[in-house]
């Protein structure tokens, strides 16, 4: 059997997709991977077939530019930057693919053509999402940008954006398309992108459990966990590691061109905390000049190696880093920006395992103040242990491999 995966976003999107498609790999199925250059040499790495899906620079145009993290324009620059001009390359790639053999096709929440394709061709075309805030739900809604008071009044804002800011942004391009296709106009994309032979939500029912207005055929299984040259740790950060007491560690997002004002506060909160502490961005030009003895830079770290060995993770709230705090068994603190980010920091309140500091308080004396109960308390502590126990096995990406094999064949 042939998958055929397609994420649309950052690494974050990415890589749990990735995680899924070389389990599938290693299981005897052939797999393609459809996505921005920008990940090309992370596919092609472990022997996986690429087609490219927009170039590596018009994903770097896009990450630099700081709509991308603003919690309510960042939604119409992802579709106008990097979706809508690849929405009929998508469909092309699956058009062409699907025409070697039976095949399944994966696509996550951007993943328009994708389903254009399911709907014009006939071929099969499942939805993976990695983070629970794209599935709203009246009974439980998820927390987004904006949307505040009692459920019902939150339904209605949601509706009221997703008819004038989700369709308003979507719906010109997608229905152009469309119309070249024969299909007819759609609307509440929001609800559309969730694909009727198939919903993969990858994170536990503990983390965000099922609800009963969620799509019918919805399967969860489990955080992929999947961190690229997991292997082993840079040179640098084994000897600092080994040099002292286990670092705080910081990272606004491996994506993220706009973190200075993020690790000034980062130093400074350690230096208040007199804490060690590790920077990750590959962005030099974002962190301060001579930092102190006990702060490194790093420009990237496998966090499944890394955070094992932390004091705590201060971060922005992609569900990919989230998962892997989750797992390490470790404090974290978030700074929300924008997308999923917002749910993500509430849900890791709910749990007791960290706090939210919103992006106008982050400063260092703020900061400090927020990690301080965070690194001290007994029952936090305990908490982050019982969600590392969770997640001991690690089997998320075998777990949706599982569900994509019985789906395949069916």
């Keep these: 059997m042939r998958f055929l995966f397609s994420p649309f976003g950052t690494a974050g999107d990415v890589y749990p997709m990735l995680g899924a498609a070389i389990e599938l790999k290693s299981r005897g199925h052939e797999v393609t991977f459809i996505t921005n250059g920008y990940f090309e040499e992370a596919v092609t790495r472990h022997g996986i077939e690429y087609v490219e899906l927009g170039t590596k620079q018009e994903f770097l145009d896009s990450t630099a530019n700081a709509d991308l993290w603003h919690p309510m324009r960042g939604f119409r620059h992802v579709f106008e930057t990097l ?31 994708g389903l254009l394709a399911r709907e014009k061709l006939g071929v099969p075309i499942v939805t993976l999402h990695v983070q629970p805030a794209v599935i709203w739900s009246r009974i439980e809604p998820p927390r987004l940008p904006g949307i505040r008071g009692p459920r019902w009044f939150q339904d209605l804002q ?3 954006g997703e008819r004038f800011f989700i369709d308003r942004t979507v719906c010109p391009r997608l229905n152009d398309l469309r ?6 106009s759609v609307r509440r994309i929001a609800h559309w992108w969730h694909s009727p032979d198939g919903v993969v939500c990858t994170f536990p029912d ?20 999947w961190d690229e040259d997991a292997e082993e740790l840079p040179r640098q950060i084994e000897e600092f590691l080994a040099a002292g007491s286990a670092p705080l560690v910081f990272t606004p997002g491996s994506g993220n061109q706009f973190g200075a004002s993020f690790f000034e506060a980062a ?3 350690a230096g208040r905390l007199h804490r060690r502490a590790i920077l990750c961005t590959p962005f030099p030009q974002h962190v301060p000049r001579n ?17 094992p060995r932390s004091a705590a993770m201060i971060h922005h709230g992609g569900v990919g880093t989230t998962a892997q705090a989750l797992a390490a068994g470790v404090p974290q603190l978030i700074m929300p920006l924008a997308h999923d980010q917002f749910d993500n920091a509430a849900r890791v309140a709910r749990l007791g395992v960290g706090d939210t500091l919103l992006p106008a308080r982050f400063t260092g004396k703020a900061l400090a103040r927020k990690l301080e109960p965070l690194l001290t308390s007994p029952d936090v502590a305990a908490r982050c242990k019982a969600m590392a126990a969770r997640l001991t096995q690690r089997d998320g990406c075998q777990r949706t491999a599982l569900v994509l094999e019985r789906w395949a064949a069916a």
């Design 179 to 184: 119309r070249e296709l024969g299909l007819p």
């Design 267 to 269: 130093v400074e909160a």
């Design 291 to 307: 930092l102190p003895a006990d702060v490194i830079r790093s420009e990237y770290a496998p966090f499944s190696r890394l955070l």
């Design 158 to 160: 949601f509706r009221l």
């Design 83 to 113: 979706i809508a001009s690849a929405l009929r390359r998508q469909y092309d790639a699956f058009e062409q693919l699907f025409q070697r053999g039976p095949s399944l096709g994966i696509v996550n929440v951007f993943g328009f053509g």
């Design 206 to 225: 503990w983390y965000a459990a099922a609800q009963p207005d969620w799509p019918a055929n919805t399967v969860q299984t489990d955080f992929p966990l």
